[in-house]
């Protein structure tokens, strides 16, 4: 019996044996140690669409059409949709990027979307406003301060002198002529001088009188004086200056005789100072004469011929005035500014009257915001507003419509130089923001062209690059 017992029992653990082993094979991960699945790896993250839009300022005149561009990276489909974000009114602009600017002036935006990821865009800013500076070719020389640019009768530009690069202060030895037409300046002989006066003739010749012919370590004025004949192109000496000078004013007289006043001439201890003496010279004999003297030694002044005829000269580290008078060959005063001015501008407008306006009563002073109004008639100055921006060493242009540009020059102690401008309309004796110049110019040149525009040239940290008011 026991026997048999034992004898079930192991048939009875083979039994549950057999059963166990098909349970185990119908699970198989039963009893099994389970291995984890591998970590898939992270996708690699794909780099943002990049759009960048040139140029990303634009200053254009109404109607006026300019191409933008854009550049899409990290995209295999770099093209781009064009819109004017203010709609119509901002202007329009086609697929190629051809913008045509609104006949509205105000502040717009160009945009460049994306085609292949439409999230993705990029603006340009546009002002477009009535007038505008665009560049134009460069000069062949670097002119840093103290050069001219004369208008010709055949209207070129006529480009002289002035000294080198700040830092250098080399007295430049070429002249070169600006052509209109071709937007370029090629070279127009030697003339080796600074702070000069070049003028229009009557006859279209220009006189190239005085300037400085060294400016470092010692500033060596000069006596000597030439004639750059009209339509030839040719220099040729002419009479000498009975003092040779730098820094002086040169007026036209309505009687073709060309008034030469003030300046800086040598001591006799060798070093400069200001002169009040003047002088003429007379075309017909090509000579200088004495002419008197101005009541005050004058430099950085200005000289305004008046439709009478007299000439009104005003400041230079003074707020005093005079007329020159060609008829009795002598000087009066008349009014006073009311404030020092040197290196300011006066302009002579339509209706017979100067605005003065800018300049610095010194160096390290607040330079002039109040702008004033000389009235022949009254031979008084009185108030014609503020500037917007105070400045001293920068221009002033009488345009076609009767109001004045004023461009440029340095706006405080730190010698820091502005592109901005400002029109002045003298209609009401106010000054309104104008379209800023490409590059921030002081002591520089700016000559009104033939047909309205204004070519401005030079001037310091400016380098060889001239541009176009229109």
Sequence with gaps: MKRLNLQGASIACLTLLFASFNSGCANPSAGVQQVPPLPQPSPVPQPSVIISVSPSYLQIKRGASRTFTAEVTNASDTTVSWSVQEGSVGGSITDAGVYTASVTEGTYHVTATSKADSTKSASALVMVSASTFTPTGNMTVDRFSGSTATLLPNGQVFVAGGLGPSGDYGVVDEAEQFDPAKGTFQAAGNITRAF???????????????????????????????????????????????????????????DGRVLIAGGEVLTSTGTVQETATAELYDPASGTFTFAGSM????????????????????????????????????????????????????????????????????????????????????????????????????????????????????????????????????????????????????????????????????????????????
């Design 196 to 254: 000069h006066s070049a003028t229009l003739l009557a006859n279209g010749d220009v006189l190239i009188a005085g300037g400085a012919v060294q400016w470092s370590p010692n500033q060596v004025p000069t006596d000597s004086a030439e004639i750059l004949k009209a339509g030839t192109g040719v220099l040729q000496q002419t009479g000498s200056l009975s003092t040779p000078r730098y820094g002086h004013t040169a007026t036209l007289l309505q």
């Design 295 to 470: 009541s005050t030694p004058r430099t950085s002044h200005t000289a305004t011929l008046l439709p009478n005829g007299k000439v009104l000269i005003a400041g230079g580290w003074s707020a005093s005035a005079e007329l020159y008078d060609p008829v009795t060959n002598s000087f009066t005063l008349t009014g006073s500014m009311a404030a020092t001015r040197f290196e300011f501008t006066a302009t002579l407008l339509v209706d017979g009257k100067v605005l003065v306006a800018g300049g610095a009563v010194d160096y390290d002073e607040v330079y002039q915001g109040a702008a004033e109004i000389y009235d022949p008639a009254s031979g008084q100055f009185t108030p014609a507003g503020n500037l917007l921006t105070p400045r001293w060493g920068h221009t002033a242009t009488l345009l076609t419509d009767g109001t004045v540009l004023i461009a440029g020059g340095e706006i405080d102690a730190d010698d820091d130089t502005t592109a901005s401008t400002e029109i002045f309309h003298p209609d009401t004796s106010s000054f309104t923001s104008g379209p800023f110049m490409t590059q921030a110019r002081v002591d520089h040149t700016a000559t009104l062209l033939q047909d309205g525009s204004v070519l401005f040239a030079g001037g310091d940290n400016s380098g060889i690059s001239a541009e176009i008011y229109q």
